[in-house]
C-alpha cells in the first residue's frame, strides 16, 4: 500500500529552527510536495523536490533521499506566523498526489 | 503566480437540498482538477479527479451519484452535493494542474466551507 508518515504535531520556540520529516513508501515516485496549511485555509505550496538534495527557499528548506524514501522541511528564523499545519505529499506513478496527514506546528513566543 | 478561485467561500443550507461549488482557474487552463473535502484537525481527503471534457474519476468510498462533477471548459468545475446531509459538512477544496508540460504542482482553491443543518 502507498504511506506518508509525519509527526503529528511539533512545538518550538520563536527564533529557532525546527524540521519536519516525512517518509514515504509509494507506488513510483514523481516528486515530493510540502504544503502549508493556516487554520481554516487552503493548503498553499511551500516546496517541490524531484531530485535528491537539499532545496533552499528563503527561510524554508527541503530535503529529499529519494533511496530512504525520506524528505525533510527545514523552517529557520521560526516566526509566530508559521505556526501552522505542514502537509507532505508525494507524487506516485499515475501523477497522483498522496498526502500525509500533516504536521502541526506549534510556535511559543 | 497561478490562481484558482472557489465560490461560493461559505454556505448554509438545509438538510435535503443541494449545493454548487465552482472552482474556476483564472489566469491558466487547467486540463486536470482535484476535488477535495477536509473535516476538523484531518488531512485532505481526495474525492475526485476530472479532466476536461470527461467524466469524473471518483475514489474509493464517494458516492459519485451524491457528488457530481463537471468539468466543462479548461477554466471551469463544478462540484454539486446532491441531497446534502449534516454529515456532509465539511470543508470543500478543488484544486488544479496546468497543461502537459507545465509543473505537476497543484494550485489550491481558497475552499468552501459547507455547514449542513
Known amino acids: 500500500g502507498q504511506n506518508i508518515d509525519q509527526p503529528t504535531e511539533m512545538t518550538a520556540t520563536e527564533g529557532a529552527i525546527v524540521q519536519i520529516n516525512c517518509t514515504y513508501q509509494?507506488?513510483?515516485?514523481?516528486?515530493l510536495f510540502w504544503y502549508q496549511q493556516h487554520a481554516g485555509e487552503a493548503p498553499t505550496f511551500l516546496s517541490y523536490?524531484?531530485l535528491d538534495g537539499l532545496e533552499e527557499k528563503g527561510r524554508f528548506s527541503s530535503f529529499l533521499s529519494r533511496s530512504t524514501g525520506y524528505s525533510y522541511l527545514l523552517l529557520k528564523e521560526l516566526q509566530m506566523k508559521d505556526s501552522a499545519s505542514y502537509l507532505c505529499a508525494v507524487m506516485d506513478s499515475n501523477y497522483q498526489l498522496i498526502w500525509g496527514a500533516g504536521t502541526k506546528l506549534i510556535i511559543k513566543p | 503566480g497561478a490562481v484558482v478561485s472557489q465560490h461560493p467561500s461559505w454556505v448554509i443550507c438545509k438538510s435535503g437540498t443541494s449545493v454548487k461549488i465552482e472552482c474556476r482557474s483564472l489566469d491558466f487552463q487547467a486540463t486536470t482538477m482535484f476535488w477535495y473535502r477536509q473535516f476538523p484537525k484531518q488531512s485532505l481527503m481526495l474525492m475526485a479527479t476530472s479532466n476536461e471534457g470527461s467524466k469524473a474519476t471518483y475514489e474509493q468510498g464517494v458516492e459519485k451519484d451524491k457528488f457530481l462533477i463537471n468539468h466543462a471548459s479548461l477554466t471551469l468545475s463544478t462540484l454539486t452535493v446532491t441531497s446534502a446531509h449534516p454529515e456532509d459538512s465539511s470543508f470543500y477544496i478543488c484544486?488544479?494542474?496546468?497543461?502537459?508540460?507545465?509543473?505537476?504542482?497543484?494550485?489550491f482553491g481558497p475552499g468552501t466551507r459547507l455547514t449542513v443543518t
Open positions: 523536490n524531484v
Open positions: 484544486s488544479a494542474r496546468g497543461l502537459a508540460g507545465d509543473s505537476y504542482e497543484q494550485y
Open positions: 509509494t507506488s513510483g515516485f514523481n516528486g
